[in-house]
């Protein structure tokens, strides 16, 4: 019934579409950096691609990136408790280790266990958000085997300074700041910070204590942008991230606390010369968490990774007809174990070599590219990944679109060296995609319908060796994920629709069951509508029956946001948001014996926005 009735909505929304817009003429001036490493506008791009600008982000008044990705075809999100909490991202079904995540170009992805942590970062703060749908290893590496999501908090060019305050339910306060603007003629800066806390909700459900799970969070991103000629750029840009995140484990027992201390610095010399543009950048990246009992009974083990990254890029363009796209690629990873009662990896560090070509080429209707990339790894030695796609333009507002690709995820270190369990033989998990598409552009909507099918062999898998013998990880199984995306973005009037659809079927190749935590059916509907000096939102996302890892099913579920925003003046506003707004419940993840986690329930957030 829940699924019938957003159908039925969205039916009768697009049946309504009168008002005429310039969504195709936005298409053609949006700039994605993301899909191959250099910039070309949204229409070019081959890849799906969805791209969240800051007025997206504005208009449905997210608090963070999570609630912007799960309005997005393709994409499933998935939390076992708040947005502090442990939250996988699915792209096209891959799994949340497949999906490489970077903030202002700095891969974010854990060493150790292979998933990034985005939930912490505050929607206010991000400027753009690029999603690229499908594998992009050949250009990326490991980790892009479902797809990259990339999140740019600084914007070029843009003179701003606004204070934002907010409190809401279970105690959820925030504080933040964000300035950014000229400081000289050829100098821009950037700075953001942000102080943000909440009691969280009760998590697990069923456990002995009734005790609620949640966070307190510090963060602060800071950019300088120098032109010193019409030549030479430099670019730096810092991010730093300390939380303290109250979670519940799922073998039940008293409430954990992990302490995180991140930190990522990124900088880059740019050389740009008639059609040639060289890029040199250098980064790192830092983790330190300290995981335990929250009422500190017991001393807690440590984790401490760093992550070091060099990398130089040749792009060539001849007019808009021909790209041609040469990489070098370093990194270096180190992590080891500490604390109490801890024993150290086997081995603390790793390193990966790669280069990587990539070609574009447009002549007349047909658009065609190709990009290959070789890594050579310390851990698991060489391996070449492949993409090609291929563009033809049917009519002005038709395209259609066919891309193939290949994918890995390299072992992490508790997969290689996990004391005494770690397998260093290990091969890095390996995908084939294809995907065929067909999209449309005009003045009154923007749509687009995408088939896909994804082959993972090499699965990491951890398992006992023998009755009651140590848990060891193989590579045992095989996925196949077959899908059917549909979005669409129009008019009714003075209302914007954004509404997309996902039929998939993921399911392990081994024993034909549904992959866990991952629906069959996903829809979203974002309405936006502005009047006088009122904004207001409506989000609406459907999820269909997952399967856990137990294959213990958990229902399908509904949530509506509600948002609303009034401008007093051209500086000062006040904004109320009710998440979950009908009070669903629903299980997003299953525990030991009969526990099980639950999402919050309804939430009110009341914000105020002051720009100087």
């Given at each position: ?8 909505a969205?039916v009768?929304t697009?049946?309504?579409v ?7 003429s936005?298409?053609?001036e949006?700039?994605v ?7 070309q ?19 449905m008044?997210?608090?963070s990136?999570?609630?912007?990705l799960?309005t997005l075809p ?7 408790g ?8 699915y ?10 995540v970077?903030?202002?170009g ?6 150790t ?13 991000i400027?753009?958000?690029?999603v690229i749908?499908?594998?992009?290893a050949a ?5 892009a085997?479902?797809?990259v ?11 701003l300074?606004k204070?934002?305050?907010g409190?809401g339910?279970?105690?959820?306060k925030?504080?933040?700041w ?6 000289n003629?050829?100098?821009h800066?950037s700075f ?9 909700h009760r ?6 204590s ?15 942008n ?8 430099l670019?730096?840009?810092a991010y730093?991230?300390e939380?303290d ?6 073998y ?11 930190y990522?610095?990124i900088g880059g010399?740019n050389?740009?010369v008639?059609?040639y ?6 980064s ?7 995981d335990g009992d929250a009422?500190?009974?017991?001393g807690k083990s440590?984790?401490f ?6 990398v130089w890029l040749?792009t060539l363009?001849?007019?808009d007809?021909?790209a041609?796209?040469?990489g070098?690629d370093?990194?270096?990873v180190?992590?080891h174990?500490g604390?109490?009662s801890t024993?150290d990896?086997d081995d603390t560090s790793k ?15 047909f658009t065609?590219e190709?990009s290959v ?6 851990s698991?030695?060489?391996?070449s990944t ?8 049917l009519m002005?507002?038709?395209?259609v679109?066919?891309n193939s690709g290949t994918g890995?995820?390299a072992p992490?270190?508790n997969?290689l ?6 397998n260093?033989e ?5 995908s ?6 067909l999209?449309g552009?005009?003045?009154w909507?923007?749509w ?16 006992p060796?023998?009755a009651g013998g140590?848990?060891i ?9 077959k899908?059917l ?7 009714t009037w003075?209302i914007?629709h954004?509404l997309s659809?996902?039929?998939k079927d ?11 935590r ?5 829809f979203s509907?974002?309405?936006s509508?502005?009047?006088?000096k ?8 459907y999820?269909g029956?997952?399967r ?6 958990m229902?399908s579920?509904t ?13 000062f506003s006040m904004?109320v948001?009710?998440?979950n ?6 299980v997003?993840?299953l525990?030991?014996g009969?526990?099980y ?12 926005e002051y720009?100087?």
């Open positions: 019934m829940k699924k019938s009735l957003i159908v039925v969205v009768s697009a049946a309504h009168h008002a005429a817009n310039s969504q195709s936005s298409i053609n949006t700039v950096v993301t899909a191959n490493r250099f910039e506008p949204q229409s070019a791009v081959l890849a799906s691609v969805s791209i969240i600008t800051r007025q997206d982000i504005e208009s008044q997210a608090d990136a999570l609630e912007v799960r393709g994409v499933e999100i998935n939390s076992l708040g947005k502090a909490q442990d939250t996988s991202i792209i096209r079904g891959t799994s949340t280790q497949h999906t490489l970077l903030v202002d700095v891969k974010i992805n854990s060493a266990s292979g998933g990034a942590s985005i939930g912490l970062i505050p929607a206010f703060a400027e753009k958000i690029e749908r499908g594998p992009r250009i990326y590496g490991s980790d085997l479902g797809g999501i990339s999140i740019t908090t600084a914007g070029k060019g843009k003179s300074h204070a934002t305050i409190y339910d279970n105690n959820h925030l504080l933040g964000h300035s950014s603007g000229q400081l003629e050829q100098t800066g953001i910070a942000a102080k943000e806390k909440s009691d969280g998590v697990y459900q069923l456990a002995p009734e005790d609620k799970h949640g966070y307190d969070s510090t963060s602060f991103f800071g950019s300088v120098h032109q010193f000629n019409d030549q030479w750029r670019e730096v840009s730093k991230q939380s995140n109250e979670y519940a484990s799922q039940g027992g008293p409430k954990q606390e992990s302490n995180n201390d991140f990522s610095l010399v050389f740009q008639d059609n543009n060289s890029k040199l950048t250098v790192t990246a830092h983790n330190e968490a300290w009422n500190g009974s017991s440590a984790l990774t760093r992550r070091n990254n060099v040749n363009t001849r007019v007809e021909v041609v796209n040469i070098l370093y990194t270096k180190k992590a174990r604390g109490t024993t990896y390193d990966n070599k790669a280069g990587f070509l990539t070609s574009l080429i447009s002549v007349n209707e065609a190709a990339r070789h890594d050579d790894d310390s698991f030695g060489g391996h492949w993409n090609v796609g291929l563009g033809y333009q002005d507002s038709l395209q679109v066919a890995f995820k992490t270190f997969d060296y996990w004391p005494g369990q770690g260093p290990l091969k890095p998990e390996e084939i995609s294809n995907e065929l598409g999209r552009y005009s003045d909507i923007d687009e319908v995408s088939v896909y099918k994804t082959d993972i062999d090499n699965l990491i898998e951890w398992a060796v023998g140590a848990w990880p193989a590579n045992v199984n095989k996925a196949r994920i899908g995306e549909v979005s669409a973005i129009f008019d003075s914007e954004k659809a996902e039929w993921p399911i392990n190749k081994e024993t034909h069951e549904q992959l866990a991952r629906g069959k059916q996903n509907w974002l309405v509508y502005n009047i006088a009122f904004d207001l939102s409506m989000v609406a996302n999820v029956d997952r856990d890892n137990n294959n213990d099913k229902g579920y949530t509506v946001d509600l948002a609303t925003r009034y401008h007093f003046t051209d500086h904004g948001k009710v998440s707004a009908f009070n669903e419940s629903y997003t993840g525990g030991s009969s526990y986690y639950m999402a919050d329930g309804r939430n009110v957030f009341a914000s105020a720009k100087f």
